[in-house]
C-alpha cells in the first residue's frame, strides 16, 4: 500500500471546548464532528453526573438488545421526544448512524424493489442498499435532471421505490434540493429518506435539521439524524410513520441484533435536548455567524463555503498529507481526507467548522494555508 494512502489512528489524548490534545502539544481542531461544542463541554458534562448521581436509571449498560431485556425507560421517553420534536408518529433510536442507515434500507427494500440514490451518498446508505438487494440506480451528485431520467426508465419496472439523500454532504458540505427530491417523490411515487447526520443541530429553526427548511417537511418519508455529531452524544435515530418504525422494529437487522446503548447516554441526549436546548440554539446561532462570515475569504486552492464543511480540494494524496503535517506543526489539527473515501484525485483537506472556533482562528488557520501554498 502506498505510504500516503495508509490510515493510521491519530495519536489524541483529548479534547477540550475548540482544542484538540495530540499527545502534549494542544491544537486548533478543524477535524471535529461536535460542530456546536457539546460534546466537549466541561461545564455540562459536570451538571450532568451530578445530577445523575442517585438516579437509579443511570446505569453504564443495557447488557442486551432492546427487544430483550435492553429497554428502559430513557428510551421511551427520548424517543416519544423525537417523535413530538419532528412532528412525526414515531422515532427508533439506533446504536450509530451507519447501523440506522443500513439497517433502515435493507429492512425496507428487497430485491424487487429499486432504489435511487446521490453519487456521493455515504458509505452507509451504499452498504444498506447492497444488503437489501434491490436495483441500485446512482444519479450524478445534485443532479435532479439525471435522477428524473433515471426515475423515468426504471422506476415503473419495480414494485416499490425509495429515494434517498444525504440533506449535508459530509464530505463536500454542499446541499440537497429537498423540495426536487419531493416533487420527484411524489410525482414517481417512491419513499424519501434523508439522511441529516451533518445537518441536525446546525439547520432548521428549531435545530432539526435541512428538511425543516422547507415547506412540506412533513412529506419526507424517513428523517435519519445522528445524536453523535452537533448534539454531542452517540447514536442515531430515525422518525417516521408508525408502520415504518414498526417494520424496522421487526426487520431492521442492525437494531434486532445489538446490545443497546448505555441507560446513561440516552439520559445525556435528553438531557442536552430538553434541559439545555436553549444552550443548543444559541451555539447554533454562532456557528450560522462563523460560516457567513468565512464567505468572503479566499484561498489559492478549490473550496466551497456552503455550511460548517469547508472542502479545501488538493487533488494528490501525497501533496494533501504533506500540507495536513504542515497544518499540525503550526498548531492546526487539520487531516487529509484520501481515496477510496472521496473519489480519485480529489484528496482533500475536510475542514469543520465548530460553534466556539472564533473568526480570527479561522483567518489564521487560512493565511498558514496560503503561507504553504507560496511556498511550494
Same mark, same amino acid.
Given at each position: 500500500?502506498?505510504?500516503?494512502?495508509?490510515?493510521?489512528?491519530?495519536?489524541?489524548?483529548?479534547?477540550?471546548?475548540?482544542?484538540?490534545?495530540?499527545? #502534549?502539544?494542544?491544537?486548533?481542531?478543524?477535524?471535529?464532528?461536535?460542530?456546536?461544542?457539546?460534546?466537549?463541554?466541561?461545564?455540562?458534562?459536570?451538571?450532568?453526573?451530578?445530577?445523575?448521581?442517585?438516579?437509579?436509571?443511570?446505569?453504564?449498560?443495557?447488557?442486551?438488545?432492546?427487544?430483550?431485556?435492553?429497554?428502559?425507560?430513557?428510551?421511551?421517553?427520548?424517543?416519544?421526544?423525537?417523535?413530538?420534536?419532528?412532528?412525526?408518529?414515531?422515532?427508533?433510536?439506533?446504536?450509530?448512524?451507519?447501523?440506522?442507515?443500513?439497517?433502515?434500507?435493507?429492512?425496507?427494500?428487497?430485491?424487487?424493489?429499486?432504489?435511487?440514490?446521490?453519487?456521493?451518498?455515504?458509505?452507509?446508505?451504499?452498504?444498506?442498499?447492497?444488503?437489501?438487494?434491490?436495483?441500485?440506480?446512482?444519479?450524478?451528485?445534485?443532479?435532479?435532471?439525471?435522477? #428524473?431520467?433515471?426515475?423515468?426508465?426504471?422506476?415503473?419496472?419495480?414494485?416499490?421505490?425509495?429515494?434517498?439523500?444525504?440533506?449535508?454532504?459530509?464530505?463536500?458540505?454542499?446541499?440537497?434540493?429537498?423540495?426536487?427530491?419531493?416533487?420527484?417523490?411524489?410525482?414517481?411515487?417512491?419513499?424519501?429518506?434523508?439522511?441529516?447526520?451533518?445537518?441536525?443541530?446546525?439547520?432548521?429553526?428549531?435545530?432539526?435539521?435541512?428538511?425543516?427548511?422547507?415547506?412540506?417537511?412533513?412529506?419526507?418519508?424517513?428523517?435519519?439524524?445522528?445524536?453523535?455529531?452537533?448534539?454531542?452524544?452517540?447514536?442515531?435515530?430515525?422518525?417516521?410513520?408508525? #408502520?415504518?418504525?414498526?417494520?424496522?422494529?421487526?426487520?431492521?437487522?442492525?437494531?434486532?441484533?445489538?446490545?443497546?446503548?448505555?441507560?446513561?447516554?440516552?439520559?445525556?441526549?435528553?438531557?442536552?435536548?430538553?434541559?439545555?436546548?436553549?444552550?443548543?440554539?444559541?451555539?447554533?446561532?454562532?456557528?450560522?455567524?462563523?460560516?457567513?462570515?468565512?464567505?468572503?475569504?479566499?484561498?489559492?486552492?478549490?473550496?466551497?463555503?456552503?455550511?460548517?464543511?469547508?472542502?479545501?480540494?488538493?487533488?494528490?494524496?501525497?501533496?494533501?498529507?504533506?500540507?495536513?503535517?504542515?497544518?499540525?506543526?503550526?498548531?492546526?489539527?487539520?487531516?487529509?481526507?484520501?481515496?477510496?473515501?472521496?473519489?480519485?484525485?480529489?484528496?482533500?483537506?475536510?475542514?469543520?467548522?465548530?460553534?466556539?472556533?472564533?473568526?480570527?482562528?479561522?483567518?489564521?488557520?487560512?493565511?498558514?494555508?496560503?503561507?504553504?501554498?507560496?511556498?511550494?
Amino acid at each position: 500500500m502506498d505510504i500516503y494512502n495508509k490510515r493510521i489512528l491519530p495519536k489524541t489524548t483529548y479534547r477540550d471546548d475548540k482544542f484538540i490534545f495530540l499527545e #502534549e502539544k494542544k491544537l486548533l481542531n478543524f477535524s471535529s464532528n461536535d460542530y456546536l461544542n457539546l460534546g466537549s463541554n466541561i461545564d455540562l458534562k459536570k451538571e450532568f453526573l451530578l445530577k445523575m448521581y442517585d438516579n437509579p436509571e443511570a446505569l453504564f449498560s443495557s447488557a442486551s438488545s432492546r427487544l430483550l431485556s435492553g429497554n428502559s425507560n430513557p428510551f421511551t421517553r427520548l424517543e416519544n421526544f423525537l417523535a413530538h420534536w419532528y412532528q412525526k408518529e414515531k422515532a427508533l433510536i439506533f446504536n450509530s448512524g451507519y447501523q440506522a442507515n443500513m439497517g433502515i434500507i435493507s429492512a425496507l427494500m428487497k430485491k424487487e424493489d429499486c432504489i435511487f440514490s446521490d453519487k456521493l451518498n455515504h458509505n452507509s446508505i451504499l452498504a444498506g442498499i447492497q444488503h437489501s438487494q434491490a436495483k441500485l440506480y446512482r444519479y450524478k451528485h445534485l443532479d435532479y435532471n439525471h435522477l #428524473e431520467d433515471l426515475l423515468k426508465k426504471n422506476r415503473q419496472h419495480h414494485k416499490n421505490s425509495l429515494l434517498v439523500s444525504e440533506s449535508i454532504f459530509s464530505m463536500d458540505g454542499d446541499c440537497a434540493e429537498l423540495e426536487t427530491l419531493l416533487f420527484l417523490k411524489e410525482k414517481y411515487s417512491c419513499l424519501l429518506m434523508i439522511d441529516e447526520a451533518h445537518a441536525i443541530g446546525v439547520f432548521g429553526h428549531k435545530a432539526q435539521g435541512l428538511s425543516h427548511t422547507i415547506k412540506n417537511t412533513s412529506q419526507i418519508d424517513i428523517i435519519m439524524a445522528s445524536l453523535g455529531k452537533a448534539l454531542g452524544s452517540v447514536g442515531a435515530f430515525c422518525v417516521a410513520k408508525n #408502520e415504518i418504525i414498526n417494520e424496522l422494529i421487526n426487520k431492521a437487522q442492525t437494531f434486532i441484533f445489538s446490545t443497546a446503548l448505555s441507560p446513561i447516554q440516552i439520559l445525556w441526549t435528553e438531557f442536552l435536548l430538553t434541559e439545555k436546548f436553549s444552550h443548543i440554539l444559541t451555539q447554533q446561532q454562532k456557528l450560522k455567524e462563523l460560516i457567513i462570515n468565512c464567505q468572503n475569504i479566499s484561498l489559492p486552492f478549490s473550496c466551497s463555503f456552503g455550511s460548517h464543511i469547508i472542502p479545501l480540494i488538493i487533488g494528490d494524496t501525497k501533496e494533501c498529507v504533506k500540507m495536513a503535517e504542515y497544518l499540525q506543526a503550526k498548531g492546526f489539527f487539520v487531516l487529509p481526507i484520501r481515496p477510496p473515501t472521496v473519489p480519485q484525485n480529489t484528496a482533500r483537506l475536510r475542514l469543520s467548522l465548530c460553534s466556539n472556533i472564533q473568526h480570527s482562528d479561522i483567518i489564521n488557520l487560512f493565511n498558514t494555508i496560503k503561507d504553504y501554498s507560496h511556498a511550494i
